[in-house]
């Protein structure tokens, strides 16, 4: 049972534009909320996080919202880069132990 | 400062053999994470070590999996023996302290023929 949604495998957008990531959960003890970054043949990277007591997290050109009652986050990266190209993962973690549950990934294109 | 360090990058082995990864987490960091990520999945945790006391290991495979973490600094996992459904990326992270962010390293890719 994949507690952490990430139902769109790829997005293309183009240079300049907005790009909007999103994630589902379904485990209501999550409480922390992060995104990652992986390149190919490298590790995921920290993007940025949010916790549940907040709506958003801005860090320059990423904002992560984060809708507790829809259980939905989304990650928003504008403007959009050729370098934001990339595989990117949600992450989730809360209750009892650090134990991070990954989505599969969604794959972004930014085309110049 | 120096991020993670796996070593192989890159492994293949003939099934049934035994194969050993090694990490080398970020400095002063307690808790180190080997995670399985196969093809078109996310990181899966494996086993989770604060210092050098395996705190959370309930999804490792028992049977062919042990790690190990002596002086709560780096850490081996071994398979032994190797199945082909072993075929996957095997993340190593590292995090200052339990709930803290995880910082990964670049993974060794192992393929079981």
């Known amino acids: 049972d994949q507690q952490v949604k990430q139902n769109s495998p790829s997005l293309s957008v183009q240079e300049g534009r907005i790009s909007i990531l999103n994630c589902d959960y379904t485990?209501?003890?999550?409480?922390?909320f992060l995104w990652y970054k992986k390149y190919p043949a490298e590790g995921p990277t920290f993007l940025i996080s949010?916790?549940?007591?907040?709506d958003k997290n801005e860090d320059g050109r990423f904002t992560v919202f984060l809708n507790k009652s829809a259980k939905h986050l989304s990650l928003h990266i504008v403007p959009s880069q050729p370098g934001d190209s990339a595989v990117y993962f949600c992450a989730a973690t809360g209750g009892a132990n650090s134990k991070l549950t990954f989505g599969k990934g969604i794959t972004l294109s930014v085309r110049p | 400062e120096a991020g993670v360090v796996q070593s192989p990058r890159y492994k293949i082995i003939e099934k049934k053999q035994p194969v050993a990864f090694w990490c080398n987490p970020i400095s002063g960091h307690n808790t180190l994470y080997w995670y399985l990520q196969n093809l078109g999945q996310g990181p899966e945790l494996l086993i989770r070590?604060?210092?050098?006391?395996?705190?959370?290991d309930s999804q490792l495979p028992k049977d062919r999996f042990s790690a190990e973490r002596l002086k709560g600094v780096d850490s081996t996992l071994k398979i032994q023996p190797a199945e082909l459904g072993d075929s996957a990326v095997y993340l190593c992270?590292?995090?200052?302290?339990?709930?803290?962010?995880?910082?990964f390293g670049p993974g060794t890719r192992l393929l079981v023929l």
């Open positions: 992270a590292s995090a200052p302290g339990s709930g803290e962010t995880q910082y």
């Open positions: 070590y604060e210092n050098e006391e395996a705190v959370d």
């Open positions: 485990n209501s003890m999550f409480d922390y």
């Open positions: 949010i916790s549940s007591i907040k």
